[in-house]
């Protein structure tokens, strides 16, 4: 039995920060999950995956942010309870139907987890999600421990029900990773099927009933306010004349510098959980007994601007002090000694500093750049496609393992701004740039976003090849299902869509599928391609060797060596692959074998066959 079905009330659990939230919708009944996976988030929908053969909820990998929000709408406008989990971008891309889903509503508790990420760890930007609760008008929480990961998922259902909105959970990373004890509680039973009741006047936004809607949600919007203003884990801790607000993992180093500077008698703490809508009357409690006011808030200054108008507002003479202050900026995310440092010097405090720990005698880590396992496919591919382009073609790229090739000696990343990008900024080098153009996107990427972008350069009848690397999973966030997979290897029961026919279902005549480890025939493919006319697709097929690892299909292959009576010292293997399992021993080039998976790339680009299986 999965450990997050465990039926003990008030016994304890060891779990990561997305364990606790998948184990809090599970207590509140959930009955219907959707999403697409991205870091931070990528483990709450794991654990849907992995329960789907012991309960009957229901659970999919969406091909995208916006689907996997359209078809939770869907279950919870019949009434199921509904999570719908994904990153900070995928809140962009789910943003069309989630400012309409609001006028809307829902029937059964909707949630929806949009998982942050300051410092950008595994993100193309840190933009900061409070802001779509704004934009949106839809109740936001954000928790601040393990355990409030788990009570507030919880009560995030109960709360959409009885607002009838979704309920956005704000995370970021620190906490979605977080391990920390969590006291379970009850496990209500899931619903699972209900019948749909048709209200076409109240679910069928055209213009005539949206502005009614628009009403409804503002008048929801005050009654979310007064359940703010009672919000039992939205709270003033303290009397002092020190004030201090925060959220999230904010929270968190806020209560570690109150301790390490021995203030906790001089601080009145503003904790909000339940941060939109802002609980006014609470914060105007808050303002009136401090004479100073620290928000530590990472990225955006939402609440620090919230508060200097509430204390403007009421002519509240109150310093309010934030970003700017202590080294608290828009950049990053923040740490224990960050936030201490900025509470310090906010209410002029002494603080002897600790020092830093003499390291001069301790030599530098040797640098491990991120970059494409031993063995991977997308290596051979960026080969043989250079090979035939050459180094002047333009490369736009996309979001996923391949966003590699950025690094040299690769260096075919020319371009990039999100998920499906490749394609549609390609139809624009195409027509406005003299090079030609390549473009790169990964098999899951593709079905995500990439095939509007294709559908639009057939129809405009743009000049460039699209390389479509298909190593059969969603490898970066990891190895999670899309609608090519061949789902048979996890027990994923799901139909299976060809990406070949895909491609010549949107127009495309020129389709060619190559196994890149066959390189001089991938080499002969490719460079039909040179002069084609419009758009042509190579669809390069082979299977992530981790995946196939974790799955149990990959067959046995002996790893490589370097013959050092045959090498000549060209070093094309190091030079052009930078495979990781290809080093130097001085001078003479090595495989390491227990890194080597036998994908025998690096023998076939050697020019004195130097290289052999062992």
């Known amino acids: 039995m999965h450990k997050l079905l465990t039926d003990s009330p008030g016994s304890g659990q060891f779990l990561l920060g997305n364990e606790a939230i998948a184990r809090g919708a599970i207590e509140a009944g959930v009955a219907f999950v959707t999403c697409y996976p991205g870091t931070p988030s990528s483990e709450i929908p794991l654990q849907f995956f992995q329960l789907t053969r012991e309960t009957d909820i229901y659970f999919e990998y969406s091909v995208n942010e916006k689907v996997a929000l359209e078809v939770g709408a ?3 406008a019949t009434g199921l309870r509904t999570l719908v989990t994904m990153k900070h971008v995928g809140v962009n891309v789910a943003a069309d139907p989630l400012m309409t889903l609001a006028y809307v509503g829902v029937k059964g508790g909707m949630v929806i987890v949009t998982a942050d990420d300051p410092s950008l760890f595994s993100s193309q930007n840190e933009q900061d999600n409070r802001y779509y609760a704004r934009l949106s008008g839809l109740p936001m929480l954000e928790p601040t421990t393990i355990q409030e990961l788990k009570d507030l998922t919880a009560r995030a259902f109960e709360l959409s029900e009885s607002l009838k909105l979704p309920v956005l959970l704000r995370t970021t990373t620190r906490l979605n990773h977080m391990r920390g004890s969590v006291t379970l509680g009850p496990m209500q039973a899931a619903i699972t099927k209900k019948a749909f009741e048709k209200d076409p006047f109240n679910t069928v936004t055209v213009p005539a009933v949206s502005r009614r809607l628009h009403r409804v949600l503002l008048s929801r919007q005050e009654q979310a306010l007064a359940l703010a203003e ?17 959220n999230g993992m904010a929270f968190n180093y806020i209560l ?21 809508p802002l609980p006014r009357d609470l914060c105007l409690q808050f303002l009136k007994q401090v004479e100073t006011v620290l928000v530590v808030e990472e990225l955006e200054p939402v609440l620090e601007q919230e508060l200097k108008a509430l204390a403007y507002d009421n002519g509240l003479d109150v310093s309010i002090l934030g970003k700017n202050t202590g080294g608290l900026s828009r950049l990053f995310e923040y740490n224990p000694a960050l936030v201490r440092q900025a509470l310090a010097r906010a209410f002029g405090l002494e603080f002897p500093d600790p020092g830093t720990i003499d390291d001069s005698d301790i030599p530098d880590l040797p640098q491990r750049p991120p970059t494409l396992c ?6 051979a591919t960026y080969y043989e496609i250079k090979q035939v382009y050459g180094e002047e073609t333009i490369y736009p790229t996309d979001i996923g393992c391949y966003t590699l090739g950025l690094l040299p000696p690769i260096s075919m990343a020319d371009f990039l701004i999100c998920m499906g990008s490749s394609v549609s900024s390609a139809c624009g080098f195409a027509q406005a740039a003299e090079q030609k153009t390549v473009a790169f996107i990964g098999d899951s990427t593709f079905f995500h976003s990439g095939v509007t972008g294709l559908v639009n350069a057939v129809h405009n009848r743009h000049n460039f090849t699209l390389v479509i690397l298909d190593n059969g999973t969603t490898a970066m966030t990891g190895h999670q299902p899309h609608p090519g997979v061949d789902g ?13 026919q895909m491609v010549k279902g949107c127009g495309v005549e020129d389709v060619h599928v190559i196994k890149p480890f066959a390189v001089k025939k991938s080499i002969e493919t490719i460079r039909s391609t040179l002069d084609s006319p419009g758009v042509s697709v190579i669809i390069s097929q082979e299977i992530c060797p981790l995946f196939a690892k974790s799955a149990k299909t990959a067959k046995a292959k002996k790893p490589y060596f370097v013959d050092p009576d045959r090498c000549r010292n060209h070093r094309d293997c190091v030079r052009l692959l930078a495979c990781p399992a290809i080093y130097l021993d001085g001078e003479q080039v090595r495989i390491d074998e227990a890194m080597c998976v036998g994908c025998a790339l690096c023998a076939q680009v050697c020019p004195e066959k130097a290289i052999r299986p062992i």
């Open 74 to 76: 869907g279950a919870a």
């Open 230 to 246: 009672n919000w039992e884990a939205n709270q003033i801790i303290g009397r002092g004349a020190f004030g201090l607000v925060g």
């Open 256 to 276: 570690d510098a109150v301790n390490d500077l021995n203030i906790k008698d001089r601080t009145s703490l503003l904790k909000l959980t339940f941060s939109h």
């Open 374 to 379: 031993a063995g991977c496919p997308h290596r």
């Open 488 to 500: 048979r290897p996890i027990d994923w029961n799901r139909h299976r869509v060809s990406i070949e």
